[in-house]
């Protein structure tokens, strides 16, 4: 009988603490990233480039899944799934001073990557190229994590992208909402600029849209 309350017990405070456990282990994995990258670790090559459509419709449903409350068992199930996975290669470095923002960037915004990082968004252009390239990240609801003050940035606002060939500024031009099935702002048509778009969900809870936040590259 003893023995059985004390199961139920530790069963109990793993629920409870399992959130601040995950949070503090994709934390770990972020840091790793920028080390890494520090330590000027070969960029990841991206092998094609798929619809863009097709990776915005991926985005919509792993933040339709991950950014709404899940349940304890939900939450457990994913943590062994992502234990399955390597850590993945850095391409670059995401800073926004404004809100003291440091995210290291990988290629691809999958389910799997977008727990520790952000995600270059396939079939947008690359990095620090000319045309639009398309990063998203979560919403965390920890103040400072991830995309959580993305909210916060203001027109005129440094983006500065560090890839393989240094770092690249870009100053903030446009901050909107719009439904999750426009795909107007991710159009290549950006008359020789380099653009870089920033995707999230808003409200935090239960996201109904996104938060779209554009910068354009200062030469």
């Not at 092998?47 to 933040?63: A, C, H, M, P």
């Amino acid at each position: 009988m003893k023995a059985a309350a004390i199961i139920i017990f530790l069963a109990g405070a793993f629920v409870f603490l399992y959130p601040e456990v995950e949070e503090y282990t994709a934390d770990s994995k972020q840091k790793q990233l920028l080390e890494e990258w520090d330590r000027e670790q070969e960029p990841l090559e991206t092998e094609g480039q798929n619809d863009v459509r097709k990776s915005y419709k991926k985005l919509n449903d792993i933040f339709d899944k991950n950014e709404n409350t899940t349940s304890a068992e939900e939450e457990v199930d994913e943590s062994l799934e992502q234990n399955k996975h390597s850590l993945p290669s850095a391409i670059g470095i995401l800073r926004i001073p404004a809100i003291d923002a440091e995210l290291p960037v990988v290629e691809g915004a999958t389910e799997e990557k977008l727990r520790t990082a952000a995600g270059h968004l396939e079939g947008t252009a690359s990095l620090g190229k000319e045309g639009n390239s398309a990063i998203a990240a979560h919403r965390s609801h920890t103040h400072g994590r991830m995309f959580n003050r993305l909210d916060e940035v203001e027109a005129g606002d440094d983006i500065v992208i560090e890839d393989e060939t240094g770092e690249k500024t870009y100053s903030v031009i446009n901050k909107i909402v719009v439904s999750p099935d426009d795909t107007s702002v991710l159009t290549q048509d950006t008359n020789g600029e380099s653009i870089v778009t920033l995707i999230t969900c808003t409200p935090m809870k239960n996201p109904t849209h996104r938060l779209i936040v554009q910068g354009k590259y200062n030469d």
